[in-house]
């Protein structure tokens, strides 16, 4: 069977807590990125740094009512016993979501685009994006190229990411004809990762979420 979701709600709880094998601690807390823009209420996840503006990057196959939403990270802070902390707490985005309404979330399902079929995945698989910069981010399809200069590392979303500063490592780009993009770094880094959507009692999408597993499945309560 393929990769099967826990219940992501749980990662944009305040205060929820986990603990590794090792020892080490984690902290949940959700840190509101800002509005993205969907004009067609076709959702792209991608890494920016590579993907955007190459029209390369497939919008996942369930479409949204085009409107503003919010975009949330889940921000794990790490700390691992008998080691000092630092002047900065040890921090990770353990997940990234769109939030398409503010109604309980129910089921959750694997975005796919249209050509992706999760019947066919193996044990634990799943359909996800790749990230070899070490960012990932939401957007609507139609604002691919409404961001030029990020393939020469220039241009809105490249200034916004430079801008973090000593906050939490997400960002919104501003681009062209009004489009924004909501970004954030990727967990442990670079690799593959899940997107999932929910759905309310009345089968409406309530977000799309990106698992950048920092924190196991296991160790996320049931809900």
Do not use: K, N
Not at 152 to 158: C, K, M, P, S, T
Request: charged letters at 20%; one cysteine or more.
């Amino acid at each position: 069977m393929p990769m099967t979701p826990p219940d992501y709600a749980w990662h944009f709880t305040p205060g929820a807590a986990f603990t590794y094998e090792d020892g080490m601690t984690g902290t949940l807390a959700p840190v509101v990125i800002g509005d993205v823009t969907l004009p067609t209420g076709r959702v792209v996840a991608c890494d920016p740094f590579v993907c955007l503006g190459q029209e390369e990057v497939e919008p996942f196959g369930v479409v949204v009512e085009p409107g503003r939403y919010r975009a949330e990270a889940a921000i794990a802070t790490l700390v691992r016993p008998g080691v000092p902390q630092g002047p900065r707490p040890h921090t990770r985005v353990a997940a990234a979501r769109l939030v398409i309404r503010d109604t309980p979330t129910v089921s959750w399902e694997m975005a796919v685009d249209e050509d992706q079929d999760p019947s066919v995945l193996g044990e634990d698989e799943f359909y996800g994006y790749g990230v070899d910069a070490g960012t990932g981010c939401f957007y609507d399809a139609a604002a691919d190229g409404s961001f030029p200069g990020t393939e020469d590392e220039q241009g809105a979303v490249w200034a916004a990411m430079d801008a973090v500063g000593d906050g939490p490592s997400v960002f919104l780009a501003e681009g062209e004809d009004g489009h924004t993009l909501a970004g954030f770094t990727s967990g442990w880094g670079d690799g593959c990762y899940p997107t999932w959507i929910g759905r309310d009692t009345e089968g409406r999408v309530t977000c799309f979420v990106t698992d950048f597993l920092v924190v196991p499945t296991a160790l996320v309560p049931a809900a």
